[in-house]
């Protein structure tokens, strides 16, 4: 895969292992992509290998879905559990519609009011898509991404394309070119440099597979939203609410994690960070702007809605990683719907390893 991608980019030299490429950073417009750029990435895809690209929720460590090295190649860059099967991107409903045995009266609601857009939903899967991508499961997710650049790099490769987020496994999500280059740099072959991805928190995850709507993971479309098109309520997965392992095979308790322990709070914080702050510990304090700034070696206000809070988080909490403190703590937006997606990503960001 890496080999056949070096290939394809005339790059000489024999063949290498995967964990070893020379990642190649091509700058593209976010709203036009340069056809060029993109064909050299679809050409790399098409040879089976590892291209990271910006979608509107979080970037994509991507790879054509239906090849089975080249998926097994998204797990060694991200050193991600076998067990954890990943999101298959399409770029028409008809693709989607040949990756999974039957497609629901339900499913075609969802994708006519959400696709493109940060829905993935997941079906039985049919026998094209290898068992590698689905992490052995019966089962297949499959979005539809709206961002353009995406959308350029799916038609232009000709290809569904597996892509996790373009982090290494249980890190935090990328947001820009310069996240993933943090922990994935030498271990793809492209990324596609399209700025801040604009929506910040992946997309919501929903099973369609048994005989009731779940929800596996909340995400950026809200679970009113869905109900309200569904007409029917949708169960949430226990998990979500209780630190459980694994409603669905990827939702573990840890990830999104900063490598700072990360602290989550609800309410009022102040004490807390002065406790903190009394041992000689240097803190990392995010709150919501609405709040009076408080004295912490850094403090971090984040928008005090949820887009703009969502949008924000993951470059917030790779900032602070950055930044020498011993510790982050994070004042909890309100336990409302609304905020369901944040308070998830925030809780699994503070499980301990
Ligand atoms: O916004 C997103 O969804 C981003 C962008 C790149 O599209 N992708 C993303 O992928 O977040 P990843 O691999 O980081 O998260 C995929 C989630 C995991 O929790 C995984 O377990 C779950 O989706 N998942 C994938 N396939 C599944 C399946 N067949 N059944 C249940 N859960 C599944
Ligand atoms: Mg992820």
């Not at 054509?64 to 998204?74: K, R």
């Not at 991600?80 to 999974?100: E, F, K, Y």
């Amino acid at each position: 895969m890496a080999g056949a991608a070096r290939a394809a980019l005339s790059i000489v030299g024999r063949p290498a292992i995967i964990d070893h490429v020379t990642t190649i950073v091509l700058p593209v417009d976010p709203q036009l992509p340069d056809p060029t750029a993109i064909a050299r990435a679809a050409a790399v895809l098409r040879a089976g290998g590892l291209v990271v690209f910006p979608t509107e929720t979080v970037y994509g460590l991507g790879a054509n879905a239906l090849d089975v090295e080249a998926v097994a190649g998204i797990y060694r860059a991200k050193g991600r559990p076998a067990t954890n099967p990943l999101i298959v991107h399409v770029g028409t409903i008809a693709d989607a519609q040949r990756l999974a045995t039957t497609w629901p009266a339900a499913a075609e609601k969802l994708a006519e009011r959400f696709w493109p857009g940060p829905l993935t939903i997941v079906l039985p899967k049919t026998s094209l898509v290898p068992e590698t991508t689905t992490a052995g499961g019966a089962t297949v997710a499959l979005r539809m991404p709206s961002h353009p650049v995406a959308r350029a790099l799916l038609a232009a490769s000709g290809v569904p394309l597996a892509a996790p987020s373009a982090n290494t496994s249980t890190g935090i999500s990328s947001t820009t070119a310069q996240h993933v280059l943090k922990t994935l740099n030498d271990r793809v072959d492209m990324v596609l440099d399209g700025g801040a991805c604009p929506g910040g928190l992946e997309s919501t995850v929903l099973d369609l597979s048994g005989e009731h709507p779940r929800l596996l993971r909340p995400g950026l479309i809200g679970v009113a939203e869905l109900e309200a098109v569904l007409g029917t309520p949708i169960r949430v997965a226990a998990e979500i609410n209780e630190r459980q392992p694994a409603p669905s095979p990827g939702m573990m308790p840890r990830h999104y994690a900063p490598t700072v322990p990360l602290e989550c709070v609800e309410g009022d914080a102040t004490a807390r960070v002065a406790e903190h702050v009394a041992k000689g510990l240097r803190v990392g304090w995010i709150v919501r702007q609405s709040r009076k700034s408080p004295q912490a070696a850094v403090v971090v206000a984040l928008r005090n809605d949820v887009a703009g809070y969502s949008a924000a988080l993951y470059s917030a909490l790779h900032e602070l990683e950055s930044a020498a403190i011993d510790r982050i703590v994070v004042e909890m937006p309100p336990d409302e719907s609304q905020w369901l997606a944040v308070r998830d990503r925030l809780r699994r960001a503070s499980c301990p390893p």
